[in-house]
């Protein structure tokens, strides 16, 4: 356990080995027995009675020997004391069987898989699902401010007109473009099993590169850059008709144990110049530095913007330069498990190059509509901009799916590592397949986010959705805590601020996964699933049960709080630079929590999530038909005790406010100056730090922002209750709540409305509007609408104007802009934050379709 739960399990073992009758017993007899073997006594001792006392002696020894074994073994499990044989509990996984192991997702499933565009922070990229994989990746060079910049990694700075996938169906088949200047970047990828021979199958690319205005006598030229790589470092070997391409080239050929003997194809219909440079080493991450340096140096030398034709000793990379006049098309066709036959091989790389590849993509593509309308049922509902809005929601969700290998950094003090220098423990080696909020910004695996991505993701392939759970839910520790933000392999690392890397086990997030399951069970309860599909769902949840009790139980006993609440553990009550100090383990970053973090404190979100946590855990062991076996936990009596409407209002309720609020202590009076402070450096600077004009008292903290709408949310409030119509006055008031583009963060007459939370943060979740949580409302507000109570009539207007506010406004940014955000501007409703957010942004698509969880 961690935080006051490791202290608990701490003192446990120190009062267990000190009051064993039998401990102090066996004590005395090894202190004193002795003396009389010595012979200091002339008493006289019979044989028997001698033979008697040793054997107790003995027995006695040994079972001090056991306790003794016993209790240095339990310091070592709870991370007290360390050996070579012994890892900590923090970074030993959880003692249960794999839910990656189960059938279900082996043989044709994990096969289908294998190969995928898994790479999301680049622009283009393709790589399969094991840890040292064969690498596909594109570069291109931009222009910007009269100068080449090579494009590669994802980067808002990069300023594309637009980018992202317009299609992708999570498995085979994804079509995305890049719109820079007056050049448009069209890439393809379509995966064919065939006749190939190899894990996997083959796969193609199509880049299509045309001029963005109508005018074509404007003739400019485009370089690309197309690379191999493999990180397991196997040698590749270079094409012999790479230096003369005439329409069709072998560009680079291998063998690897998982594909066999693969070989790599160009072709095209357009005259092209090919150059080349092949590198020797493991650092994937900084290839473009690579190629840059390469390019700059046969420009010196040369005055040409060409690659040097030439290759290191035993290079496990290659890189393809092809440079042309647009408009111009390259197939690139990948085949694997070459046995010989040549024949067959040109067949299989015929049928993905050219018209085969054509129309193949053409089939794919009505594939994907066909699929997107009986996923969503949206083309009666909506015009043809809207539904494009929809499409491109769900094709970048897909098409943001990763694979990630590595290892996350784990917080552990310097005094429980003598021999190392560093302030982390290194987790276990592990992969995750996962969705990402944001390829330029965010393109790695968060654990609260990964909830709401498989809302939408589940109703377009379900199977999709198990694979990614199951693989967060292998990640957990001993303790049952999962590392809230999966920062996994050098690619991922190059992309994170270094201070932001390290895990701290003390901290959770919101566990939205929860959130799907329950989504799931919902499903099979109203027959949204056939027979087959039903019992993979329960095979999944058969196993993942004890996992998921796991960690319910590592919520249930870190992040309580006094009087049976709960807080969320992180927040820094030594800070004098933040207005509040930041909750980022609630998900909510900077919202205003109690002003002086302290244990008192009770978190009316983290309450609700737990209800959401135990609740599922029921219908879990209801559905499996495990109540007394899965958990030594009543999830019954827990939901309920949580659900307790009477005991949340003596908890949270503000009757004055007609609001849910946070517990803690807290005072208004705090304000951030300017102070001048003297650095180490013995120079004065000026500096923003927070001040306290006032006590802080432990009281409600009168904030009103989605916090407050929690209870709402998880619909624990009767539809008859007057305080529901207290939450709809609320959502409804648009100088509290309300606007023209979706719901604020924090109400407009909090005292920290859109204040700065430092020198340099500016408000986050302090004005803006965020989609998961408007989703969410939205969510009960339609559940309300539905369901008998006075105020069925008002939740139903509220209902249809928010949602229609929320559509026009995503779908009028994103036709302005070229791309969905992450948060939308309170007062203009302007996209704001990162773009291309099409993580929980994209459950946008979810409110076309009306489609919503029961929470």
Same mark, same amino acid.
């Given at each position: 356990?961690?935080?006051?739960?490791?202290?608990?399990?701490?003192?446990?073992?120190?009062?267990?080995?000190?009051?064993?009758?039998?401990?102090?017993?066996?004590?005395?007899?090894?202190?004193?027995?002795?003396?009389?073997?010595?012979?200091?006594?002339?008493?006289?001792?019979?044989?028997?009675?001698?033979?008697?006392?040793?054997?107790?002696?003995?027995?006695?020894?040994?079972?001090?020997?056991?306790?003794?074994?016993?209790?240095?073994?339990?310091?070592?499990?709870?991370?007290?004391?360390?050996?070579?044989?012994?890892?900590?509990?923090?970074?030993?996984?959880?003692?249960?069987?794999?839910?990656?192991?189960?059938?279900?997702?082996?043989?044709?499933?994990?096969?289908?898989?294998?190969?995928?565009?898994?790479?999301?922070?680049?622009?283009?990229?393709?790589?399969?699902?094991?840890?040292?994989?064969?690498?596909?990746?594109?570069?291109?060079?931009?222009?910007?401010?009269?100068?080449?910049?090579?494009?590669?990694?994802?980067?808002?700075?990069?300023?594309?007109?637009?980018?992202?996938?317009?299609?992708?169906?999570?498995?085979?088949?994804?079509?995305?473009?890049?719109?820079?200047?007056?050049?448009?970047?069209?890439?393809?990828?379509?995966?064919?099993?065939?006749?190939?021979?190899?894990?996997?199958?083959?796969?193609?690319?199509?880049?299509?590169?045309?001029?963005?205005?109508?005018?074509?006598?404007?003739?400019?030229?485009?370089?690309?850059?197309?690379?191999?790589?493999?990180?397991?470092?196997?040698?590749?070997?270079?094409?012999?008709?790479?230096?003369?391409?005439?329409?069709?080239?072998?560009?680079?050929?291998?063998?690897?144990?998982?594909?066999?003997?693969?070989?790599?194809?160009?072709?095209?219909?357009?005259?092209?110049?090919?150059?080349?440079?092949?590198?020797?080493?493991?650092?994937?991450?900084?290839?473009?530095?690579?190629?840059?340096?390469?390019?700059?140096?046969?420009?010196?030398?040369?005055?040409?913007?060409?690659?040097?034709?030439?290759?290191?000793?035993?290079?496990?990379?290659?890189?393809?330069?092809?440079?042309?006049?647009?408009?111009?098309?390259?197939?690139?066709?990948?085949?694997?498990?070459?046995?010989?036959?040549?024949?067959?091989?040109?067949?299989?790389?015929?049928?993905?190059?050219?018209?085969?590849?054509?129309?193949?993509?053409?089939?794919?593509?009505?594939?994907?509509?066909?699929?997107?309308?009986?996923?969503?049922?949206?083309?009666?509902?909506?015009?043809?901009?809207?539904?494009?809005?929809?499409?491109?929601?769900?094709?970048?969700?897909?098409?943001?799916?990763?694979?990630?290998?590595?290892?996350?950094?784990?917080?552990?003090?310097?005094?429980?590592?003598?021999?190392?220098?560093?302030?982390?423990?290194?987790?276990?080696?592990?992969?995750?397949?996962?969705?990402?909020?944001?390829?330029?910004?965010?393109?790695?695996?968060?654990?609260?986010?990964?909830?709401?991505?498989?809302?939408?993701?589940?109703?377009?392939?379900?199977?999709?959705?198990?694979?990614?759970?199951?693989?967060?839910?292998?990640?957990?520790?001993?303790?049952?805590?999962?590392?809230?933000?999966?920062?996994?392999?050098?690619?991922?690392?190059?992309?994170?601020?270094?201070?932001?890397?390290?895990?701290?086990?003390?901290?959770?997030?919101?566990?939205?996964?929860?959130?799907?399951?329950?989504?799931?069970?919902?499903?099979?309860?109203?027959?949204?699933?056939?027979?087959?599909e039903r019992d993979e769902i329960l095979s999944f949840l058969e196993r993942a049960s004890v996992r998921l009790d796991a960690w319910f139980q590592w919520f249930n006993t870190s992040q309580t709080g006094k009087t049976?609440?709960?807080?969320?553990?992180?927040?820094?009550?030594?800070?004098?630079?933040?207005?509040?100090?930041?909750? %980022?383990?609630?998900? @909510? $970053?900077?919202?205003?929590?109690? *002003?002086?973090?302290?244990? !008192?404190?009770?978190? =009316?979100? #983290?309450?609700?999530?737990?209800?959401?946590?135990?609740?599922?855990?029921?219908?879990?062991?209801?559905?499996?038909?495990?109540?007394?076996?899965i958990s030594k936990e009543d999830y019954n009596s827990i939901a309920k005790l949580l659900s307790n409407f009477s005991l949340l209002n003596q908890m949270h309720y503000d009757s004055d406010h007609g609001a849910y609020?946070?517990?803690?202590?807290?005072?208004?009076?705090?304000?951030?100056?300017?102070?001048?402070?003297?650095?180490?450096?013995?120079?004065?600077?000026?500096?923003?730090?927070?001040?306290?004009?006032?006590?802080?008292?432990?009281?409600?903290?009168?904030?009103?922002?989605?916090?407050?709408?929690?209870?709402?949310?998880?619909?624990?409030?009767?539809?008859?209750?007057?305080? %529901?119509?207290?939450? @709809? $006055?609320?959502?409804?008031?648009? *100088?509290?709540?309300?606007? !023209?583009?979706?719901? =604020?963060? #924090?109400?407009?007459?909090?005292?920290?409305?859109?204040?700065?939370?430092?020198?340099?943060?500016?408000?986050?979740?302090?004005?803006?509007?965020?989609?998961?949580?408007?989703?969410?409302?939205?969510?009960?507000?339609?559940?309300?609408?539905?369901?008998?109570?006075?105020?069925?009539?008002?939740?139903?207007?509220?209902?249809?104007?928010?949602?229609?506010?929320?559509?026009?406004?995503?779908?009028?940014?994103?036709?302005?802009?070229?791309?969905?955000?992450?948060?939308?501007?309170?007062?203009?409703?302007?996209?704001?934050?990162?773009?291309?957010?099409?993580?929980?942004?994209?459950?946008?698509?979810?409110?076309?379709?009306?489609?919503?969880?029961?929470?």
């Amino acid at each position: 356990m961690t935080g006051a739960s490791r202290r608990s399990a701490r003192g446990r073992i120190k009062s267990s080995s000190s009051s064993s009758p039998s401990g102090d017993e066996g004590n005395d007899s090894i202190r004193y027995t002795p003396s009389i073997r010595r012979g200091k006594t002339k008493e006289l001792v019979s044989i028997g009675a001698f033979k008697a006392n040793l054997k107790i002696l003995i027995g006695l020894i040994i079972l001090g020997i056991v306790v003794i074994y016993f209790v240095i073994n339990r310091l070592i499990s709870y991370g007290l004391l360390y050996d070579e044989s012994h890892n900590p509990r923090v970074i030993t996984p959880f003692p249960a069987p794999k839910l990656m192991d189960l059938s279900m997702f082996q043989g044709e499933h994990k096969e289908s898989l294998y190969w995928g565009t898994y790479r999301p922070h680049v622009y283009f990229g393709v790589r399969a699902r094991t840890p040292m994989s064969l690498v596909a990746g594109l570069m291109w060079l931009g222009v910007k401010d009269d100068m080449y910049v090579m494009r590669h990694f994802c980067e808002n700075s990069d300023d594309l007109s637009t980018f992202g996938w317009r299609e992708h169906n999570g498995r085979d088949f994804g079509r995305q473009e890049l719109v820079e200047n007056d050049m448009i970047l069209e890439t393809s990828f379509v995966k064919s099993k065939g006749d190939s021979f190899g894990y996997g199958g083959d796969w193609a690319v199509r880049i299509d590169v045309k001029n963005k205005g109508l005018n074509d006598d404007v003739k400019r030229s485009a370089h690309l850059f197309f690379y191999l790589a493999d990180e397991g470092g196997n040698v590749l070997n270079l094409g012999q008709d790479v230096f003369d391409f005439q329409g069709s080239s072998l560009l680079v050929s291998g063998s690897r144990e998982d594909v066999g003997d693969w070989q790599i194809h160009l072709k095209s219909q357009n005259q092209l110049e090919t150059h080349y440079s092949g590198f020797n080493t493991p650092h994937i991450h900084n290839l473009s530095a690579l190629v840059q340096h390469n390019l700059a140096l046969q420009a010196r030398k040369f005055g040409r913007l060409q690659l040097s034709d030439t290759s290191e000793t035993s290079s496990n990379i290659y890189v393809f330069q092809i440079s042309g006049r647009l408009p111009f098309s390259i197939d690139i066709p990948f085949v694997s498990g070459i046995r010989g036959d040549s024949s067959n091989v040109e067949n299989r790389i015929t049928s993905l190059t050219g018209l085969p590849l054509s129309d193949l993509l053409k089939k794919k593509h009505r594939e994907f509509d066909e699929k997107f309308k009986e996923s969503f049922n949206l083309s009666e509902k909506h015009d043809s901009e809207t539904l494009g809005v929809g499409k491109t929601a769900i094709a970048n969700m897909l098409g943001g799916i990763g694979y990630f290998y590595g290892q996350s950094k784990i917080h552990a003090p310097k005094s429980t590592q003598p021999e190392s220098r560093d302030n982390f423990l290194l987790y276990w080696p592990a992969e995750l397949y996962t969705a990402v909020p944001s390829r330029p910004f965010f393109p790695r695996g968060f654990l609260w986010d990964e909830g709401f991505h498989q809302l939408l993701i589940w109703r377009w392939d379900f199977r999709i959705t198990l694979d990614i759970v199951g693989h967060w839910l292998d990640l957990l520790n001993i303790d049952g805590w999962i590392p809230r933000e999966q920062i996994l392999g050098a690619e991922a690392l190059s992309k994170v601020p270094e201070e932001f890397v390290v895990q701290y086990p003390s901290n959770g997030n919101p566990p939205t996964l929860f959130l799907v399951i329950r989504d799931l069970i919902d499903g099979i309860r109203t027959e949204k699933f056939i027979a087959s599909e039903r019992d993979e769902i329960l095979s999944f949840l058969e196993r993942a049960s004890v996992r998921l009790d796991a960690w319910f139980q590592w919520f249930n006993t870190s992040q309580t709080g006094k009087t049976g609440s709960y807080f969320w553990h992180g927040r820094d009550n030594t800070t004098t630079r933040e207005l509040n100090p930041k909750s %980022l383990s609630s998900g @909510l $970053d900077d919202y205003p929590r109690a *002003s002086h973090p302290s244990e !008192d404190e009770r978190h =009316v979100d #983290l309450r609700c999530w737990m209800y959401l946590a135990a609740d599922c855990m029921h219908s879990i062991t209801e559905l499996l038909g495990k109540e007394d076996k899965i958990s030594k936990e009543d999830y019954n009596s827990i939901a309920k005790l949580l659900s307790n409407f009477s005991l949340l209002n003596q908890m949270h309720y503000d009757s004055d406010h007609g609001a849910y609020f946070d517990f803690g202590n807290h005072t208004e009076k705090v304000k951030l100056i300017w102070k001048e402070v003297i650095q180490e450096n013995g120079q004065l600077s000026r500096q923003l730090v927070r001040k306290t004009f006032g006590k802080p008292k432990l009281k409600l903290v009168p904030h009103v922002g989605y916090v407050s709408f929690f209870p709402f949310m998880s619909r624990i409030i009767p539809p008859e209750s007057p305080i %529901l119509e207290k939450q @709809l $006055d609320l959502i409804s008031n648009r *100088s509290i709540m309300w606007s !023209d583009y979706g719901l =604020v963060s #924090l109400a407009k007459t909090s005292s920290m409305y859109m204040k700065r939370n430092t020198e340099h943060d500016a408000p986050y979740w302090r004005g803006p509007i965020w989609m998961n949580m408007n989703y969410m409302i939205l969510s009960s507000l339609h559940h309300y609408s539905i369901v008998d109570g006075p105020y069925r009539e008002k939740s139903r207007a509220i209902y249809t104007e928010l949602r229609s506010n929320l559509i026009r406004n995503v779908v009028r940014n994103y036709y302005e802009t070229g791309y969905i955000w992450e948060q939308y501007d309170q007062d203009k409703g302007t996209g704001k934050g990162t773009r291309l957010f099409t993580g929980w942004s994209a459950l946008t698509l979810l409110i076309m379709s009306e489609d919503y969880p029961i929470f």
